[in-house]
């Protein structure tokens, strides 16, 4: 199965391909498949993430290459709801459950996420994302 990429395929939606894009980021993440980042993330990507920290592009593929102190054994995502707003901008939404070691760290959350995508020549690149805990409940 070719891994998605930027590419919209022809008669594909921009909602379904930007689906099929945050799928695929989820299953690169799971493999510790650092392709996906260099190929649809902008150069400038900046991530805010659930634990209160800014990470660009370069810090992620870095995390990649330390496949020692990094590594995801769970990533589910869920609820994936995109906007487009004309041809060069969509956000999405999604709830995602991970268990990772992160910089030697282990972390395991449930997340809510919002992603922006810009259309860069034609081509979905992931320009900026931001996380925050979900609601925890009794239970849960």
Do not use: C
């Not at 993440?29 to 150069?43: F, P, R, V």
Request: net charge positive; hydrophobic share 35%.
């Amino acid at each position: 199965v070719p891994a998605a990429t930027g590419k919209k395929a022809a008669g594909k939606s921009v909602k379904a391909a930007i689906t099929e894009m945050e799928m695929a980021q989820a299953k690169a993440d799971l493999a510790g498949d650092a392709s996906w980042a260099k190929q649809n993330m902008t150069e400038d990507y900046t991530g805010g993430t659930s634990w209160g920290a800014w990470q660009t592009k370069k810090e992620i593929l870095d995390n990649f290459a330390d496949t020692k102190n990094n590594k995801s054994t769970k990533f589910d995502i869920s609820d994936i709801k995109v906007r487009v707003y004309g041809n060069t901008t969509a956000v999405a939404t999604s709830r995602q459950s991970y268990d990772s070691m992160i910089k030697g760290e282990h972390r395991s959350r449930t997340i809510l996420t919002t992603s922006t995508w810009v259309n860069r020549n034609g081509s979905w690149k992931l320009a900026a994302s931001h996380s925050s805990q979900a609601d925890q409940k009794i239970g849960d």
